[in-house]
């Protein structure tokens, strides 16, 4: 058992297996098996916006198939044939319709939609390694809010499993969730 971060190798390659063992404060993901620490907590706008979309969210899935789950929520993402992934990431918000993929210890697979919340700490991240392993693990639709802007990027899925750019929102749109016909969110009241 681990309690302090200071005794991990930042060179090293992490389990899923590791991470379990891991006791410390300070909250991490592991990307490729590479640790990646967590921004302190999050600043108020982040946190007013994840609020709002997980209000909408959680209203439009009441009585549904899908769950949604905030950070921190554990989503494991294994590789092809092998039972002990080497990447748990923890999106700010996430929908899962398999709801074989839920377990105590989180989701196990890859979420239907993900939506992270950008600030400039975790920017470089959302954009390039997570986007890479959400379009590897099969995330159908992926968004990046950036609260100063007031924008939204979403990504889609597709037949070739590769994510293609289906827009950029600003504050005043109305955005309608790809893979979920009926969901549209009105971004002027995700900003306000």
């Not at 839920?102 to 700490?121: V, Y």
Request: charged fraction near 30%; glycine fraction near 2%.
């Amino acid at each position: 058992m681990i309690t302090d971060i200071s005794l991990l190798d930042p060179n090293k390659t992490y389990t899923y297996a590791d991470y379990l063992m891991w006791r410390f404060q300070e909250r991490v993901e592991l990307i490729k098996g590479k640790i990646y620490r967590m921004s302190p907590a999050p600043a108020r706008r982040h946190q007013k916006i994840s609020i709002k979309l997980s209000r909408i969210l959680l209203n439009y899935f009441d009585n549904k198939k899908c769950e949604v789950y905030t950070a921190p929520f554990d989503v494991r993402l294994p590789l092809e044939n092998n039972n002990n992934p080497y990447t748990v990431v923890q999106p700010d918000l996430c929908v899962i319709c398999d709801l074989n993929k839920l377990d105590d210890q989180g989701c196990n697979g890859a979420p239907d939609f993900i939506i992270e919340i950008s600030s400039p700490r975790t920017a470089q991240k959302d954009v390039h390694e997570k986007f890479e392993i959400y379009q590897e693990a099969g995330v159908r639709e992926y968004w990046i809010v950036a609260p100063e802007d007031e924008m939204v990027d979403v990504f889609l899925l597709n037949e070739e499993n590769k994510y293609i750019h289906s827009g950029k929102y600003a504050n005043q749109d109305r955005l309608k969730v790809n893979i979920f016909n009926d969901l549209e969110i009105d971004l002027t009241k995700v900003f306000a």
